[in-house]
């Protein structure tokens, strides 16, 4: 597949893109939630300035992102001594 041209709306602004057909869903998925982020913000605190909100759901979504990241770091980790272990066992059984 190609690319195609869209245009997305944050924050009441249009950002036109070109992106891969199978990723647009993605993207207007993205941009959805980056608006219903900024509207929370809107309506539960005394922010109004776009700028910081915009500021505060990359910050939501960056952190949302190396948390995630943390949490398969460790799971590739644990995985790993599994494996070893696993690994040492059929060693020891096989040796004898």
Do not use: C, W
């Not at 647009?24 to 913000?41: F, L, P, S, T």
């Not at 690994?87 to 096989?94: A, Q």
Request: no cysteine; proline share 1%.
């Amino acid at each position: 597949m190609g690319e195609i041209s869209i245009k997305i709306t944050i924050s009441d602004r249009i950002y036109p893109l070109k992106v891969n057909t199978e990723e647009e869903e993605i993207v207007r998925r993205a941009a959805k939630m980056i608006n219903e982020r900024i509207k929370d913000y809107q309506d539960n605190y005394a922010v109004r300035d776009k700028q910081d909100l915009l500021s505060m759901a990359v910050l939501h979504y960056a952190t949302a992102v190396l948390r995630t990241e943390n949490k398969v770091q460790n799971q590739d980790t644990a995985v790993a001594d599994k494996v070893e272990e696993l690994d040492v066992l059929l060693n020891g059984f096989f040796k004898k």
